[in-house]
T-cell receptor, first 109, second 113 residues
Framework: SQQGEEDPQALSIQEGENATMNCSYK?????LQWYRQNSGRGLVHLIL?????REKHSGRLRVTLDTSKKSSSLLITASRAADTASYFC?????????FGQGTELSVKP | DTEVTQTPKHLVMGMTNKKSLKCEQH?????MYWYKQKAKKPPELMFV???????INESVPSRFSPECPNSSLLNLHLHALQPEDSALYLC????????????FGPGTRLTVL
């Protein structure tokens, strides 16, 4: 069963703009992780936020988690063309990552 | 070494063939995973090995047979596959299993004719 649902499915922005992706999930989680995937390649771990954390930063990334609403968001600030990729949220339920459908981000130079 | 390697990168096989996918990590991670990813879809968990023992099998058909010879290696043996099994097969590892972040290999692109 699908755990993470992402919104929007696709996002196209100009370089320098911010990109926000949202994720909703259905059941209680240990943590929630975000991954990036360049076309047809392996996934790269971006950030992990624990269920007792509300916000976390890593470089140009900011992740929030609202366990009462079962939702998370990923903000990429000052986007670059190299940020073009698919982004997946992965709620961790019982030690298993259940990936959302993903957001396809396109950053135009 | 912070890398998960997978071989081969590409594999084409017939429905009667037997082949194997290989995955290796030297990060001392104790959990390893197989995922299947179809085009434009998210990865789907297939198997989890924790401390070299199979801990999760997501009801995967028996034509897929995982093996963990040691803590650094993970194999996926393929036999009598169907064309719908064509996909990107991703291997991952994590330090403890369960709640840790996962490190992914580049994947094996499998085509079943």
């Amino acid at each position: 069963s699908q755990q993470g649902e992402e919104d929007p499915q696709a996002l196209s922005i100009q370089e320098g703009e911010n990109a926000t992706m949202n994720c909703s999930y259905k059941t209680s989680i240990n943590n929630l992780q975000w991954y990036r995937q360049n076309s047809g390649r392996g996934l790269v771990h971006l950030i992990l936020i624990r269920s007792n954390e509300r916000e976390k930063h890593s470089g140009r990334l900011r992740v929030t988690l609202d366990t009462s609403k079962k939702s998370s968001s990923l903000l990429i600030t000052a986007s670059r063309a190299a940020d073009t990729a698919s982004y997946f949220c992965a709620p961790n339920q019982g030690g298993k990552l259940i990936f959302g459908q993903g957001t396809e981000l396109s950053v135009k130079p | 070494d912070t890398e998960v390697t997978q071989t081969p990168k590409h594999l084409v096989m017939g429905m009667t063939n037997k082949k194997s996918l290989k995955c290796e990590q030297h990060m001392g991670h104790r959990a390893m995973y197989w995922y299947k990813q179809k085009a434009k879809k998210p990865p789907e968990l297939m198997f989890v090995y924790s401390y070299e023992k199979l801990s999760i099998n997501e009801s995967v058909p028996s034509r897929f047979s995982p093996e963990c010879p040691n803590s650094s290696l993970l194999n996926l043996h393929l036999h009598a596959l169907q064309p719908e099994d064509s996909a990107l097969y991703l291997c991952a590892s994590s330090q403890w299993g369960g709640v840790s972040e996962q490190f992914f290999g580049p994947g094996t692109r499998l085509t079943v004719l």
